[in-house]
C-alpha cells in the first residue's frame, strides 16, 4: 500500500460520506488516516479567504463578488491548497481517506488550475483517487431530515412544501458530482462510483478491489 494514497470522497450533503468512511476505516485491516479540510488551515490561519473556506462560506464570497474577482479567488486560492496539501501528502506515513476536501467543497476547472500550477497540480493529483457517493434524491433528503444534519433539512420541511425544492437541488447536486467524476477521469484519474444504498458488504468489496488495483 502507497504511504501518500489519498481516498477523496465526494458527492451531495446527506448520502452517507461520513458514515461509509467510519465503516470502511473500521473495515479495513491497515493504519488509514483520516484527514479533513482543516488540516490545511493553520499556515493561512490569517487568511479571510481561507477562513471562509473553512467555515463553510467561501460559496457566499464568490456569489457576492464580481466574476474577476470569482476566478482569481478560485484559482489562486486553489493554488495555496496545491503547495500545502503537497507537503502534506509527503509527510503522511499512512494512505489517508479525506472527506472535505476542495473537489467536495467547490467545483475547480481543472485545464486552468492545471495551466496556472502545472508542477504542483501534477503532484497534487498523482496520488489521489476519488470516490463518488450517489443515491436516491428522495432517500438523502429523508434521510436528512431524520438526522438534521445537513443543508436538506434545513428550513420548514415537515409540511412537505419545500420538498420539489429540495429534491431539486439534491438532484442538481447529484449530476454536479457526476460531472465533475467525468473530468476526473478524464484528467486520468481513478474514479469509482458507489451506490449509497448498496449494502455495505457490498461497497466494502467494491472498494477492497478498487484500492487493489491502486497498488
Same mark, same amino acid.
Given at each position: ?60 464570497? !464568490? ?81 436528512? *431530515? ?27 447536486? !447529484? ?16 474514479? !469509482? ?9 457490498? *461497497? ?12
Amino acid at each position: 500500500m502507497t504511504a501518500n494514497l489519498l481516498l477523496e470522497f465526494i458527492g451531495p450533503s446527506g448520502v452517507g460520506k461520513t458514515t461509509f468512511i467510519d465503516t470502511f476505516l473500521a473495515h479495513r485491516p491497515e493504519t488509514w488516516t483520516h484527514r479533513n479540510a482543516i488540516d490545511l488551515s493553520k499556515p493561512y490561519q490569517s487568511t479571510l479567504i481561507h477562513e471562509y473556506f473553512l467555515q463553510g462560506k467561501l460559496q457566499r464570497v !464568490l456569489r457576492e463578488s464580481n466574476d474577476m474577482l470569482k476566478r482569481v479567488t478560485r484559482v489562486r486560492y486553489f493554488g495555496r491548497v496545491l503547495t500545502i496539501d503537497v507537503a502534506a501528502m509527503n509527510a503522511l506515513p499512512t494512505p489517508a481517506v479525506l472527506e472535505e476536501g476542495v473537489f467536495q467543497h467547490f467545483g475547480v476547472e481543472f485545464q486552468k488550475i492545471a495551466k496556472h500550477y502545472p508542477a504542483d497540480f501534477k503532484s497534487f493529483m498523482a496520488p489521489r483517487a476519488f470516490v463518488n457517493l450517489t443515491g436516491d434524491p428522495q432517500r438523502i433528503l429523508d434521510q436528512s *431530515k431524520q438526522r438534521g444534519e445537513t443543508r436538506w433539512a434545513m428550513g420548514d420541511t415537515t409540511d412537505g412544501s419545500n420538498d420539489k425544492k429540495l429534491i431539486k437541488q439534491i438532484e442538481d447536486s !447529484l449530476a454536479f458530482r457526476q460531472r465533475q467524476a467525468k473530468e476526473l477521469e478524464a484528467y486520468g484519474r481513478p474514479v !469509482l462510483t458507489l451506490d449509497a444504498e448498496m449494502p455495505d458488504e457490498e *461497497k466494502l468489496a467494491i472498494l477492497d478491489e478498487f484500492i487493489q488495483e491502486l497498488q
